[in-house]
């Protein structure tokens, strides 16, 4: 497979030692990594990020990197959202955030590629199974995502029915929704959706 689903899940470390030294990782892989609440610590090349609230970071194991709680803060608390993941096709996604953003960027908490995880997370909680195969698709739609999200100049306020149907996309992106469906709950053609939102967001609304 092309793209491979490790494992992803939210958790939380405090009062604990947590130290991970990337170069010294007995397996390989790719790890995404979303600070929900709290704060950790990135460290490269003798560079310090803190991991606040809305700061991601992505490796590329093994690498020199390391992450960890703050080990001068004793009560020090970190919530995150992670990702592990593998597959050759990850590569030109890595390499293009990597050269562009560097291994650590913020990301809004309404994002898309913040939300599939949550909403995956919490729909498997609720008993869904993943199918075969799906794995590496979610992982292909979540690069895309996050790629384009790093990449995507700000855009101007969306009118109504755009910015209902992005909440609605959003709510649902785990899932399958019609286009047509979602184009007749705002009282409008397909066609005519589609043209209004690539306009005012950049993109189609099934990219």
């Not at 899940?9 to 030692?17: D, F, I, K």
């Not at 969306?158 to 399958?176: I, N, R």
């Not at 007749?184 to 306009?199: E, I, N, V």
Request: with cysteine.
């Amino acid at each position: 497979e092309p793209l491979v689903l490790l494992d992803f899940g939210l958790e939380v470390r405090q009062n604990e030692t947590y130290y991970y030294d990337n170069a010294k990782r007995d397996y390989s892989g790719y790890l995404f990594q979303y600070t929900l609440n709290g704060q950790g610590i990135f460290e490269q090349r003798e560079k310090t990020q803190d991991l606040v609230p809305g700061k991601a970071f992505l490796v590329r194991m093994p690498e020199d990197s390391r992450y960890f709680l703050p080990a001068d803060r004793p009560d020090a608390r970190w919530e995150y959202l992670y990702v592990h993941f593998r597959g050759e096709a990850v590569l030109p996604f890595f390499d293009r955030i990597r050269q562009a953003f560097g291994p650590c960027f913020d990301l809004p908490a309404d994002s898309v590629p913040v939300l599939l995880w949550l909403n995956l997370h919490r729909e498997l909680r609720e008993g869904r199974q993943l199918k075969s195969y799906e794995g590496g698709e979610l992982i292909y739609r979540f690069l895309s995502a996050l790629l384009r999200t790093l990449e995507s100049p700000s855009l101007p306020e969306p009118s109504p029915a755009v910015a209902e149907a992005l909440c609605y996309m959003k709510e649902h992106f785990a899932g399958h929704f019609s286009m047509d469906e979602l184009a007749a709950r705002l009282g409008l053609s397909a066609a005519y959706f589609t043209r209004l939102f690539t306009r005012e967001t950049g993109e189609t609304p099934l990219a």
